[in-house]
């Protein structure tokens, strides 16, 4: 499983964010046991429409999400590449990741000093920058601004939140999961139970049967695939089949976002 280290300064609101992240995590899911994995690694829903539409369309006794792992790294201050602060930790930590969240401070807290003294979230993403260069750490980030008022507050270069709050949040894990380069197909087991699987961008039908099953790839003979506006169109799989809208494909087909599939396979 892919994930996304949160990184940042002391204080700038990284493990108020996780905390935040965790009351969006997968709660009671057989494919995934544990929200949890050590204190600062949580496994988290990644928010899909396109899931509760086919839930609500298929109504299957199960539904299991797309799920991100966010990590939460130690603080950083300046010269971290040379083990300032727990900039050991950090380093160990940042390199085991596939992307980065680099969280900035904005806010105004005169009960949360601030490591440098002052608010500037152009000089704090400096500093972290210049630490990741000189550790010679290049990763997909995305730059997220920790702000009190979001409505008020723009960010070009990524997005916008209030981790005391969870205002934005949502918004954040789904941009992460764009930055690792992921993508969504979705199957129907016996009508029963519907789920939302990652796939990298670009990926064949192979390697989604795999993300499956094993077997399934094993044996790959072909895979049934319809889009999910087809499907939704169709009013559902069986409708979709019988009106044409339901292609065959071989184990080279490109998996689209939103692909919904059925995967034949020889045991």
């Known amino acids: 499983m892919l994930s996304v280290g949160i990184v940042g300064l002391p204080n700038s609101g990284k493990s108020t964010l996780f905390n935040a992240l965790l009351k969006k995590r997968v709660a009671n899911v057989a494919s995934y046991?544990?929200?949890?994995?050590e204190p600062n690694v949580g496994?988290?829903?990644v928010p899909d429409e396109r899931l509760k539409k086919l839930a609500e369309l298929i109504k299957p006794e199960k539904v299991v999400?797309?799920?991100?792992?966010?990590?939460?790294?130690?603080?950083?201050v300046k010269n971290a590449h040379k083990g300032e602060g727990l900039g050991n930790q950090f380093l160990a930590k940042i390199r085991e990741v596939d992307a980065i969240i680099h969280i900035l401070r904005a806010f105004e807290d005169e009960?949360?000093?601030?490591?440098?003294?002052?608010?500037?979230?152009?000089?704090?993403?400096?500093?972290?920058n210049i630490e990741l260069e000189l550790a010679g750490i290049k990763k997909p980030t995305l730059y997220v601004?920790?702000?009190?008022?979001?409505?008020?507050?723009?960010?070009?270069?990524?997005?916008?939140?209030?981790?005391?709050?969870?205002?934005?949040?949502?918004?954040?894990?789904?941009e992460a999961y764009k930055l690792l380069g992921l993508i969504s197909f979705y199957t129907i087991k016996g009508g029963k139970e519907l789920t939302a699987w990652s796939l990298k961008k670009g990926g064949i039908a192979l390697e989604a049967a795999g993300k499956v099953h094993t077997d399934m790839a094993k044996g790959f003979i072909k895979t049934e695939v319809i889009s999910?506006?087809?499907l939704v169109v169709s009013g559902g799989w069986s409708q979709a089949k019988a009106g044409g809208r339901v292609r065959l494909e071989g184990k080279?087909?490109?998996i689209k976002n939103g692909d919904v599939a059925e995967f034949k396979f020889s045991k």
Do not use: M, W
Request: glycine residues 6%; contains cysteine; negative net charge.
């Open 228 to 230: 999910f506006n087809d």
């Open 65 to 76: 999400p797309a799920v991100v792992k966010f990590i939460d790294i130690a603080g950083l």
């Open 252 to 254: 080279d087909y490109q």
């Open 145 to 174: 601004l920790n702000c009190s008022e979001v409505s008020t507050h723009t960010h070009p270069e990524g997005v916008s939140i209030d981790a005391q709050t969870g205002e934005g949040v949502e918004e954040l894990i789904k």
């Open 43 to 45: 496994i988290v829903e």
């Open 111 to 128: 009960s949360v000093a601030h490591y440098y003294g002052s608010i500037d979230p152009k000089r704090d993403k400096e500093i972290v």
């Open 33 to 37: 046991p544990f929200t949890t994995i």
